[in-house]
Each structure stands twice: as C-alpha cells, then as structure tokens.
C-alpha cells in the first residue's frame, strides 16, 4: 500500500522524515531513509498537482505521495493515509498531525493553546484518529518551560495527543487524573497581568465555569482563548464532567454568535454554554476537506519544492498563503523572526504605513550572488501582486541586505491559474497553470529556469 500525505503546508523534509519514523515504529517496519526529496509528478511535462517522495525504503510500502489540501476550517497540517488509491473524504487517516515551530522561549500562547482547539475540532470528523503535536524546532527549545506550557501539554497528553519533536520531563508532563487535579493546578499558575481576563476554572453549583475573553475586533476570534477554552473544556468532558460547562466573562454580545464559527461548532460539540447568551445550533460543513485546486500557494509551494529539489538554491523565508510563516535564515544559519512593524507605537495609535510588508517566498542563489523575492498570487491578480512588489523596501534593508551584502536582489511574481500558456508582464517569473503546464516568464530568474529545465530533464 502507499502513504498519503495531505496538507495545507509546504511539506518540508525533516517534518517528512519524522512522520515516516514515527509510522515505521508503530507499525513494527523496517525501513531506511537516505537523502529523502520531493519531486512534483510530471504527465506530458505538465505538473499532476501530485509530488512524490523519494529516499525511504521500506518492503511494506509501496509510494510515497504528497497533495496539497484546503480545510473547511480548523484543519490540522497533515492527514496521514495508509491505502493504495489516493484518499478520500470519506477514507480514514493513520494519523492527524499538528506541525509548530514555536516553543516557549518565542511564544507561551501559540506553541500550545492556540493551535489545540484543531484536535477538539478534529473529533467531529474522525473521532478515532491517532493525533500527534509534533515540534519542529527551529530554535532552541527553552530549558524550564512555563507553567502555561505545562498546563496545555498535559492536557494535549489527557486527550490522547502525542508529542513529538520536543524533550519532556515524563515527571512532569503526565496526563490529568481528576477534575480536582485540573482546576488546582490551574490555580496554581501565575496570575495574569492586571487588566487582563485571567483564564479560571471554578467549580460551582451551576456546574464548572471557565472565564476567558473571546471577543477581539468586535468578532469572536481570539484565537489563543478559543484554543485555551476548546482544550479546557475537552479535557473536563475526558475527565468525565457530564454536568454544565460555562464559559463566563467571554465578552460576546449576541450578533456576534454564528452556526458557522469554530468555536460555536466545538461548543456544540461539547456541550458548552455562553454566560448570558443562547447558544446556536452548529452548522458543520460536511466534509473537513478538499483538494486545493485554487489557491495561489500552489504556485509558490511549487517553486519553492523544485528550486530546492533540482538546484542548489533554497529558501531563506517562506510565508506561503494560508500556512504559518518560517524564520529568517542568516547566512551563518540563525533562524530570526522578522518584525511585524517598523514602528509598533505608530502602527498602535493608528499609522498603519508601519506595518512590515513581507514576501511570500525568499530564495538564495549562491551560484549568481542573487536573493529573489517572490509574491505569490492568483492570476487574476497579478497586477495587484507587481504593485506588492514595490513595498518590500523594508525587508531589504534591514534583513537582506544585513546579512547578505554582496547580493542581488531580485523581485518577481509567481502565478497559479487560468488557462494561459504564456505570460507578457515582465516582472512575473512563473505561472503554473491550472491544468498544470509550467510557463517561464520573459525574465525569469536564472535559478528558476535552471529548476524548471532540470525537473523536465528528469522526468524526459
């Protein structure tokens, strides 16, 4: 049979080969792994939206296939399947796998809680999943981690999430064993800044009441809280709280409260209640699914994959459309976030002209001294995407030309869609069509013609 890998994200080879060691060790296989690469299928030299990788040996499996998909909502970054056709909506996975780069030392909220509330939302479609939070670090893991991060992983830990990637004190990060045990550790914890909406568990005689703001920019879409209050409540009904869950001081007014929302969706789920407001029924889209056939990632993915596998150049930033943003890579190999704003104290009271435009891609060619910038856009708004080109002043100043002086910077555009077989404005460098053919642009960077002319080559 053959290993399906579904995912939002550009698959990146040491996320690739933890999954395939984590496969062969639950399932008794013996297996190699040497100089693992992803290469896009090719059908009559026009791309198959398929890519393949290459490198593990294992008698048990047949192929290894990658696919790009959209989730309707809250999907996890990687749907494992084991089956010999490609899957579908209706097939179920091996594995469901949360993949994070962030750790404590750059982020308590969002290495945790922000990104659980995928695994409470998972439940609705494949409640027998294996779930797996695996950490992809790319800087160094902070020795003592905060009370917050303990508290979020023994939760992950209660509901049956495996941690991978990240070194745990087994002493410490061991599952909840009561309700009593939950709300006291919680308790426990550092108060929140004065001003804050401290997240409390009390129990009551209305039931168990959970506070935490849920309201930001007049929407209920306070991601963390969303992802703190998911995880709480799912771990409270694991511990086998049947009775009330309310989740109290959310500030929420009623208009805010739709059938569509992750959170009203998981609150159906669990039972949950809103302090002061009425409930609506979930309205679940059917499928938690699709293939991405649309997106503008798809060209960018696609790029970055073949200039990677087919040159010696390779990305130094990445922020695909719809996927979680990468680090900086100097040229001594330090991983840097970038800034968000050239001036956060202006942006807050109201400049926005501070904020940071970043590319979409960022590709190094050491062979010709360049540093390509790349944005990413549909075709039909290509001309939206040559303007983006003209604002990314800031990154080149204060990030490339820091740490690769002696390097060319290049700006192009990067397309997916329509049906043409050519392009005619000279700053986009590709277009990948929807049927797949692969269009250099009149002035495409060389590493992008090399790429190209060597995934062709190879599949000739």
Excluded at 7 to 12: A, D, I, L, Q, Y
Excluded at 20 to 47: H, M, Q, T, V, W
Excluded at 106 to 118: A, D, F, I, L
Aim: net charge positive; hydrophobic share 40%; aromatic share 12%.
């Amino acid at each position: 049979m053959n290993l399906w890998m579904l995912t939002e994200e550009r698959p990146k080879i040491e996320v690739l080969q933890q999954i395939l060691n984590k496969f062969a060790s639950d399932r008794g296989y013996c297996a190699f792994i040497d100089n693992l690469r992803i290469l896009p299928i090719l059908e009559d030299s026009k791309f198959s939206f398929t890519y393949e990788l290459i490198g593990f040996k294992c008698n048990k499996v047949g192929k290894i296939f990658i696919k790009t998909v959209s989730g309707y909502s809250s999907f996890v970054d990687f749907l494992v399947f084991f089956q010999d056709k490609e899957p579908t909506v209706k097939d179920k996975p091996v594995y469901a796998i949360e993949e994070t780069k962030t750790d404590d030392s750059e982020s308590r909220n969002t290495g945790v809680y922000q990104r659980c509330s995928k695994f409470v939302f998972l439940n609705y479609y494949y409640p027998e999943v294996k779930m797996i939070m695996l950490y992809n670090l790319q800087i160094k893991q902070k020795e003592t981690p905060t009370q917050t991060n303990i508290f979020g992983t023994r939760m992950l830990i209660t509901l049956g999430v495996e941690i991978l990637g990240k070194e745990l004190d087994r002493k410490v990060f061991t599952p909840f064993s009561s309700i009593k045990e939950l709300i006291d550790f919680k308790k426990s914890m550092r108060a929140a800044p004065k001003g804050n909406v401290p997240i409390e568990i009390a129990q009551t005689s209305a039931g168990i009441e959970v506070s935490g703001r849920l309201i930001k920019s007049d929407n209920l879409s306070h991601d963390p809280n969303i992802g703190a209050l998911s995880l709480i409540s799912a771990t409270l009904r694991k511990l086998g709280w049947k009775k009330d869950v309310i989740i109290t001081k959310h500030g929420l007014l009623q208009k805010h409260l739709t059938g569509s929302n992750k959170f009203i969706l998981i609150a159906n789920r669990l039972n949950l209640s809103l302090k002061g407001l009425k409930l609506p029924k979930a309205a679940p889209n059917s499928d938690y699914w699709r293939y991405d056939l649309e997106g503008e990632k798809l060209g960018t993915i696609f790029i970055h994959i073949v200039v990677e596998s087919f040159t010696k150049g390779y990305s130094i930033f990445e922020n695909h459309a719809g996927s979680e943003k990468g680090y900086f890579i100097t040229a001594k190999g330090e991983h840097i976030p970038l800034a968000k704003y050239a001036d956060k104290a202006k942006y807050k009271v109201g400049d926005k002209s501070k904020i940071i435009h970043i590319p979409d891609l960022i590709l190094i060619d050491f062979g010709r001294s360049e540093v390509i910038n790349v944005e990413g856009k549909k075709y039909q708004f290509r001309k939206a995407g040559i303007a983006e080109l003209k604002n990314y002043g800031f990154i080149e100043k204060n990030y490339i030309k820091k740490y690769y002086p002696k390097f060319e910077i290049v700006r192009t555009i990067v397309l997916y869609g329509s049906k043409e077989k050519k392009v005619v404005e000279i700053k986009v460098g590709f277009l990948l069509n929807e049927e797949g053919a692969l269009v250099l642009g009149v002035k495409a960077p060389a590493l992008f013609k090399q790429a190209i002319k060597n995934l062709l080559d190879f599949w000739s």
